[in-house]
């Protein structure tokens, strides 16, 4: 009998779900290598490669089946995706149509254990991972000064409405948003730099901005107000916590990797103005590969000098999620998420939980999102290291994406009027 590879409980999912990868028609105990790789939408090629070992009956299941080796080890159902690594240093996997084309992972098995096997495949097939659900509407905003991309589940709702931000790569980036309204969140994945007609850079921000698109989602007619919701990684994690703090409609925060400073550049609103959190540049570390570690270059808020750049998030009436790696390059996540709790308990507040993930880097994406340790940095102009280990920081997607849901829905779903 030939041998197969097939999925269940199909070829198609969404990208944050897991698949089932049997392999039948082995002989026993036959030494396999399992291959996984894809390309992305500039032709960059990412893969994996892991050891299995075939049981008496000359089939796999890698939910019960061992990796002996490879890119990782052990009981690890979706190790081949998490594990995908690219071919090119450096390069970052982002998925940036999420309409028209899934991430196809081709799935190969090659007899005996080889890190790069070649010839032809004993058995072979693809996996779509989409990142929109089917009946999810993309609508792109364009709406007074607000910029970004709406992401509407499909049904008459009400929908918890979420505002999402990623960091100082500036932009629009619409797969963690579109995920979220696959999971019936109605999402607006805001742009606030660098995009379409918005400021080239982030020196001067403008909160009214963000609250324009506050009331822009809210005020939509799908959407279960009064509040929003808002989830930020990076400088989009400090831009949350802002939010949450000075807009009241801004009822639940999850801030990843974030800080508990306005960092960068100064943003105002009204007759306030937080001044941006500054770096030390002689505080970069190089490192071997010509990769930067840039995590001791950012400043301490609590230093005397900063203490106009701290957000007084003891204002907040809304609720916080910190989310912390606890080996962050970035920068010292888990400092700024201790000051950020110290402070609020000094407040008298309890309006905040924190998750915090040992060998976890920066850049924690949804689930089973391929791991990046370094990537270029639009600031930086090189190579940085964002930090984790592959096996604990992917582990800590799985188990972090889902509590982002809950937590959101649990603060957005039962809100009462403000």
Known sequence: MAARVWLEPGYKCLSDEPVRVRVGGLSPLQPVTMRAGLSD??????????????????????NRSPSLGGHYTGTEPMGLFWSLTPVKPFSRLVKRDVVGSPLRVHIEVFDGHDGNPQGRPLASCVNERWFMKEGVTRIPVREGRVRGVLFVPPGDGPFPGIIDMYGSNGGVVEHRASLLASRGFLTLALAYFGYDD??????????????????????????????????????????????????????AAVSIGGCNANTLGNLHYKNITLSGLGITLDRAKFCE???????????NPKDEENKDCIIPLEKAEGHFLFVVGEDDKNW????????????????????????????????????YFPF???????????????????????????????????FLRKHLEKQSKL
């Not at 005020?219 to 000075?246: E, R």
């Not at 400092?335 to 008298?348: C, H, I, T, W, Y």
């Open 372 to 406: 990046c340790y370094a990537s270029f940095h639009r600031l930086v102009g090189l190579p940085v290291i964002w930090g984790g280990q592959m096996k604990p920081h992917s582990i800590a997607q799985i188990d972090l994406w889902p509590r982002i849901q809950r």
């Open 198 to 251: 918005l400021p080239k850079d982030f020196d001067n921000l403008n909160l009214e901005y963000f609250e324009e698109a506050v009331n822009l989602l809210r005020h939509h007619s799908k959407v279960k107000g009064p509040g929003v919701g808002a989830i930020g990684i990076s400088k989009g994690g400090d831009l949350v916590l802002s939010m949450t703090t000075f807009i009241p409609h801004v009822i």
């Open 41 to 62: 939408e500039k032709g960059e090629t990412f893969g994996s490669a892991a050891f299995y070992r075939a049981d008496e009956r000359g089939e796999l299941d890698l």
């Open 289 to 299: 590969s010509n990769l930067i570690d840039i995590s001791e270059m950012t400043n």
């Open 332 to 367: 010292n996540t888990p400092l700024f998420a201790q000051q950020a709790v110290e402070r609020l308990k000094e407040n008298g507040k309890n309006n905040y939980e924190i998750l915090t993930y040992p060998e976890s880097g920066h850049l924690l994406e949804p689930a």
